[in-house]
């Protein structure tokens, strides 16, 4: 019998791995930085892993497509389509992004040219020097 304790902390931590790497691309890129676990839908308790609200933005990451993982099995694909649908209907654009997308860095690319911004060099400069500070 496994403990459930360690694999929910598992799966936090793989969950976290996905969304870090994101907030690190936009650090690095100089890009604004979104808000986290933003709660878009005025009744239920939906949120977005990201989101930028002034542009109606909202960025998931979603992570264990091959493994079996929730947004890959059939009920948590379904519950993600009501998710979803229910943001558009809220006039939100939903951006998705899988663990490829982070590995390369793709996904900044496609946050600059939604959010219709160049990268800050200045900002990625600082990040960079942060991101390799030795301690």
Same mark, same amino acid.
């Given at each position: %019998?496994? #403990?459930?304790?360690? @694999?929910?902390? =598992? ?9 870090? /790497? *994101?907030?690190?691309w936009?650090?690095?890129?100089? =890009?604004?930085? +979104?808000?986290?676990? $933003?709660? *878009?839908? +005025?009744?239920?308790?939906?949120? $977005? #892993? *990201?989101?930028?609200? !002034? ?11 091959? %493994? @079996?993982?929730?947004? /890959?099995? &059939?009920? &948590?694909?379904?519950? #993600?389509?009501?998710k979803? !649908? @229910?943001?558009?209907l809220? &006039?939100?654009?939903?951006?998705? $992004?899988?663990?490829?997308? =982070? ?11 939604? =959010? &219709?911004?160049? +990268? !800050? +060099? ?10 390799f500070k030795?301690?």
């Amino acid at each position: %019998m496994e #403990d459930s304790g360690y @694999q929910k902390l =598992l799966k936090k931590h793989e969950r976290e791995k996905y969304e870090l /790497s *994101f907030l690190y691309w936009v650090k690095i890129k100089g =890009l604004p930085i +979104p808000e986290r676990e $933003f709660v *878009f839908h +005025p009744e239920r308790k939906w949120r $977005f #892993d *990201f989101a930028y609200p !002034n542009k109606k933005i909202g960025i998931e990451i979603e992570g264990g497509l091959f %493994m @079996q993982g929730r947004h /890959s099995r &059939g009920t &948590g694909y379904v519950a #993600d389509c009501e998710k979803y !649908n @229910q943001a558009a209907l809220l &006039g939100w654009r939903v951006i998705r $992004f899988t663990e490829k997308d =982070l590995r390369r860095g793709d996904c900044c690319k496609i946050v600059e040219t939604i =959010l &219709g911004v160049e +990268p !800050n +060099p200045v900002a990625a400069e600082r990040a960079r020097r942060e991101a390799f500070k030795v301690f």
